[in-house]
C-alpha cells in the first residue's frame, strides 16, 4: 500500500509552528501558509461578488469592496492577515501597496509584520523624486510611480494589490522596487482573475489567498 501524500503534507502543515513553515530569505517560491490560515482564505469566496462587463464588455469585474461591505468577512481576511503575517514576520522590511485597493489592508500587514508601509501610485500624485514605470493592463495603459528615497537597496519587500487581472500593474510594481535595488521576497493578492492567467507573466513569488 502507498503512501497518501497529501495527506502526509496535510499533516506536516497542521503539526509544526508557523514559524518553521516560513520560506528561507533567498526562496524564490511562496511561503507555505498553515492550512487554517489558507481554509479560512478559502472561505472568503463565499462573500465573492462579480459584476460581468464591467467597466466594459467582455470584462467580468471582481468587486473587493463586497467583502469591505461585510463585518464577517473583514473579520476573516484580517484574521488570514495575520497568519500570513505570522508566517513571514522576521522576513520583510517594507510592504509596497499598489493604488488604489492596495491600500486598503497594505498598512495592516506593514502593521501586523512591524515594517513602514510605502504606496506606490498613479502617475503625477507622489511628491519629491519619483522613478516610473508604463505598462499596458487589461482596460488600457498606465503609468505608476514610487519615490525614490521610499526604499534603500537590500531592503526585503512584499508587494499588495487586491488581485492580479492582466499581472501588469504588479509586475511593474515589483520592477520599480527591484531597480531601486530592494528585493521582492513576495507578492499578495486576494485574488487572480483567472481567465486572464496574469500571474503566468509574473516571475516574482505570489501568495494568492483565494483561488
Ligand atoms: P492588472 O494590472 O491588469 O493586473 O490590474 C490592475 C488592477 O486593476 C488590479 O489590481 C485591480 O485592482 C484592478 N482590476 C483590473 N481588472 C480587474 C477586474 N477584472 N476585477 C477587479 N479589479 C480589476
Request: hydrophobic share 40%; glycine share 8%.
Amino acid at each position: 500500500m502507498g503512501w497518501d501524500l497529501n495527506l502526509l503534507l496535510s499533516y506536516f502543515l497542521t503539526q509544526f509552528p508557523a514559524e518553521i513553515l516560513s520560506c528561507p530569505r533567498n526562496h524564490i517560491m511562496p511561503p507555505i501558509l498553515p492550512r487554517s490560515v489558507s481554509a479560512n482564505a478559502e472561505k472568503l469566496k463565499e462573500f465573492f461578488v462579480y459584476y460581468p462587463d464591467f467597466p466594459k464588455k467582455g470584462i467580468q469585474f471582481w468587486d473587493i469592496f463586497a467583502l469591505y461591505s461585510n463585518p464577517e468577512a473583514v473579520c476573516l481576511l484580517n484574521l488570514v492577515l495575520a497568519g500570513y503575517a505570522e508566517v513571514m514576520k522576521g522576513e520583510i522590511d517594507v510592504v509596497v501597496g499598489i493604488e488604489a485597493r492596495g491600500f486598503l489592508f497594505g498598512p495592516t500587514l506593514a502593521n501586523l509584520l512591524n515594517c513602514t508601509f510605502v504606496p506606490v501610485r498613479k502617475k503625477g500624485k507622489l511628491p519629491g523624486k519619483i522613478r516610473q514605470k508604463t505598462y499596458t493592463l487589461e482596460y488600457g495603459s498606465d503609468t505608476i510611480e514610487i519615490q525614490e528615497n521610499s526604499l534603500k537597496a537590500g531592503q526585503r519587500v512584499l508587494v499588495v494589490d487586491d488581485c492580479i487581472a492582466t499581472g501588469g500593474t504588479l509586475n511593474a510594481s515589483c520592477n520599480l522596487v527591484e531597480e531601486i535595488g530592494a528585493k521582492v521576497v513576495d507578492c499578495l493578492v486576494i485574488y487572480e482573475i483567472p481567465e486572464l492567467k496574469g500571474s503566468e507573466k509574473i516571475s516574482y513569488p505570489i501568495t494568492q489567498l483565494c483561488s
